[in-house]
């Protein structure tokens, strides 16, 4: 059997992003892989019949993702978000004020310890300010109380009140609230919100995140869509609690049919046998991913493929309905 071959074209390192990343998706490597995601992100956009789900691990908010992430929501380049607790504790630090700064990996650790510095990697910031943060959540917590109700709510509720608080600033978090996109938390007690809810709950405070009910609603969400999208920054929990939402679903006889488009920015192998590097060649045989379905994994680190491609798509001028979750 012969093949079909098309002659691989240089990159051309002038014009705008946009132009760029469509010129790489014509390359080679982990550039061509970047490129190509950016096509597929547009493809998922401009098909009306499409819900967009976006998966969101790793520090991305202590590294400077945040606006990144506003724009996506601001534009409805994605319809719900899954989370770690974390990107959003440091969301709202950020939008109450608390920042991060440009530091080292190279330090005694042991010295910042002593100054009350926490590292990220190359990033500092102060413990005390995360530990007022941690009060703040507390007193939220005190302020809707008693409540029984899905992470998406609570999170909901968080992001109306930081508008409230504190106007003049915005965030991730404030911003798909406003815009009515989900932000789903399934690890919630796996960050300083968690360690916020605690301190609530030993005052007596009344407040239980169901995660079941997250489970449900963000499964609802794939039941009743036509078509379903992923884009998954880094993989873990939030990677894992979209692709199960397939198998849920086909459980309740609602088979959806698996995702029909799929974007992963990752640098985990697939070889080591981790859900952060499985490919969505293997998610087909678990009915996760559609086997028809356009998809493509680069392995590359998400603070440098995000920020290329949140520009490619606002450059491409990709335009999308605006559809409130209720």
Same mark, same amino acid.
């Given at each position: ?176 609230? *406003? ?5 789903? $938390?399934?690890?919630? +007690? &796996?960050?300083? =919100?968690?360690?916020? /809810? @605690?301190? %609530? ?87 996760? *991913? ?5 998809? $493509?994994?680069?392995? +590359? &680190?998400?603070? =440098?493929?995000?920020? /290329? @491609?949140? %520009? ?15």
């Amino acid at each position: 059997m012969g093949f079909y071959m098309k002659p691989r074209e240089a990159v051309v390192p002038f014009g705008n992003i946009a132009q760029l990343l469509k010129s790489m998706s014509k390359s080679g490597f982990q550039g061509r892989k970047l490129g190509e995601s950016v096509e597929i992100w547009s493809q998922m956009i401009r098909d009306p019949d499409c819900t967009i789900f976006l998966g969101l691990s790793g520090a991305m908010i202590p590294a400077g993702m945040q606006q990144c992430l506003i724009e996506l929501v601001r534009r409805h380049y994605v319809d719900a978000v899954v989370s770690t607790g974390a990107n959003v504790f440091h969301d709202i630090c950020e939008h109450m004020g608390v920042r991060h700064y440009l530091g080292y990996h190279h330090v005694d650790d042991h010295k910042l310890f002593e100054e009350g510095i926490d590292r990220i990697y190359d990033v500092f910031a102060y413990e005390e300010e995360f530990r007022d943060v941690d009060r703040f959540i507390a007193r939220f917590a005190e302020g809707i109380a008693p409540f029984r109700g899905s992470s998406r709510c609570f999170v909901e509720k968080l992001g109306r009140m930081l508008r409230v608080e504190r106007p003049g600033s915005t965030s991730f978090t404030s911003a798909a609230a *406003e815009e009515g996109i989900p932000i789903f $938390v399934p690890a919630l +007690c &796996d960050s300083s =919100i968690g360690i916020g /809810l @605690v301190i %609530a709950r030993r005052r007596g405070i009344e407040v239980e995140v169901d995660q079941i009910a997250d489970t449900d609603e963000i499964t609802a969400m794939v039941e009743e869509a036509k078509k379903t999208g992923v884009v998954y920054i880094g993989g873990g929990v939030p990677k894992n609690f979209i692709q199960q939402t397939q198998i849920i679903a086909s459980i309740h006889e609602k088979h959806p049919g698996g995702h029909a488009y799929a974007i992963q920015y990752t640098t985990d192998a697939p070889h080591w046998g981790g859900l952060s590097g499985c490919t969505f060649e293997e998610a087909i045989s678990w009915g996760k *991913e559609a086997p028809d379905c356009s998809r $493509v994994q680069c392995f +590359c &680190d998400a603070t =440098i493929a995000l920020p /290329l @491609v949140t %520009a490619a798509l606002i450059e491409r001028g990709e335009e999308r309905r605006r559809e409130e979750f209720s």
